[in-house]
């Protein structure tokens, strides 16, 4: 099952770049994993609530234009579903019995995603109740996709 991570704006500090690139060399024998930045849009300085709506909507549309079809595709959401490391391996192994042939995460930017990326979303998950900083969001999450699939396959993670 392969893993694509679509996240809003360019991740410029250098030990995130090196820590991307180390999960997605560590994830390539259980089927790859891959990241996948969008242009982000300015938000102007005290920005409406419209302008904000506005800014997601078209970094939405940039999410959403990376996703391959027939992805099963999982919003990043503050509000989402809450799993433990062992639940989301469980359900990495049912997606992958259902089928599943591909994984779309998509992060959006600090004003977070638009209503049509949730509404095309086939699931939302949080990471935590707490606040990372979008781009450091990639690695987590790649730790625990790394995580899963070890865990799947019954290998030992710490070291």
Avoid: C
């Amino acid at each position: 099952m392969r893993v694509r991570i679509v996240a809003v704006g360019k991740a410029k500090e250098r030990y995130i770049a090196e820590g991307i690139a180390e999960y997605e060399k560590r994830l390539g024998p259980y089927g790859g994993a891959k990241v996948i930045e969008v242009r982000d849009e300015r938000v102007p300085k005290n920005a409406s609530p419209a302008e904000e709506v506005q800014v997601k909507e078209r970094e939405g549309e940039r999410l959403l234009a990376a996703v391959p079809d027939g992805a099963l595709v999982v919003a990043l959401d503050p509000e989402g579903e809450t799993w433990s490391s062992e639940e989301l391996a469980t359900h990495f192994g049912r997606w992958e019995i259902g089928g599943v042939r591909e994984i779309t995460f998509l992060i959006g930017g600090p004003l977070g995603l638009s209503d049509e990326v949730y509404a095309l979303s086939d699931l939302r998950l949080s990471l935590s109740r707490m606040t990372f900083l979008h781009t450091l969001v990639r690695i987590i999450l790649l730790e625990q996709v790394y995580r899963a699939f070890r865990i799947l396959r019954g290998e030992p993670y710490h070291k």
